[in-house]
């Protein structure tokens, strides 16, 4: 079965400072991979994702994600977080082409950011 | 707004209630999906629905009971719950599985 590691549980940071949340998955096969951010009361949103292509992806609000298939990793990263980026950061991965395969989820990670 | 919408907000209910949780988008998703999303716990995946039918019920207690009369309605029934089934269920629908997943605001519920 499938399995999302998200290594960090809290990352505290002060704004301005660079970001990087690591996430590793194990499935041998084709993975659709996806970040998403819930921000405190808020529902479950879609930051980026990769199916397929440039294994370097951008998403909203200046997130990145890079696809390294060798290492089972799709890791976020930011250059400069701002206060408003607090928030929980979940990483997910769904397999194959098939319709109707639910994403599987990390455990997420709590970011702070202190202005 | 997500196009996902999920009632009630919250919900308390005693272990000897009987009680349901309503999903519904208008996104012509055709895939639906309930979550469990409890404090320091990953999503927990619980059923998956594909043009109606279930095609994934992850080991779930039969005292959550799905429902998915169209493409756009899901409902999970709940009945004889325990204190430790208190948790955010989310709603989320896609289509297919090369598109992203798109939530509801979820239901609180509270066991008690």
């Known amino acids: 079965a499938q399995s999302v590691s998200q290594h960090n549980h809290h990352v505290i940071l002060s704004e301005a400072a660079s970001l990087e949340l690591g996430c590793n998955y194990s499935y041998g096969g084709t993975v659709n991979l996806f970040w998403y951010v819930q921000y405190p009361g808020q529902h479950l949103q879609l930051l980026l994702k990769y199916f397929s292509g440039d294994p370097l992806v951008k998403g909203i609000k200046g997130f990145e994600a890079e696809f390294i298939k060798s290492k089972f990793s799709f890791n976020l990263r930011k250059p400069s977080v701002q206060w408003s980026d607090t928030a929980e950061y979940f990483c997910?991965?769904?397999?194959?082409?098939?319709?109707?395969?639910?994403?599987?989820f990390g455990k997420g990670t709590t970011l702070s950011v202190s202005s | 707004e997500t196009g996902v919408t999920q009632t009630p907000r919250h919900l308390v209910m005693g272990m000897t209630n009987k009680k349901s949780l309503k999903c519904e988008q208008h996104?012509?998703?055709?895939?639906m999906y309930w979550y469990k999303q409890s404090a320091k716990k990953p999503l927990e995946l619980m059923f998956v629905y594909n043009f109606k039918e279930q095609t994934e019920n992850n080991s779930v207690p039969s005292r959550f009971s799905p429902e998915c009369p169209n493409s756009s309605h899901l409902f999970l029934h709940l009945h004889t719950l325990q204190p430790e089934d208190s948790a955010l269920y989310l709603c989320a629908s896609s289509r297919g599985s090369i598109t992203e997943a798109f939530f509801g605001q979820g239901t609180r519920l509270t066991v008690v």
């Open positions: 996104l012509g998703h055709n895939a």
């Open positions: 997910a991965v769904n397999e194959g082409r098939q319709a109707g395969t639910a994403l599987i």
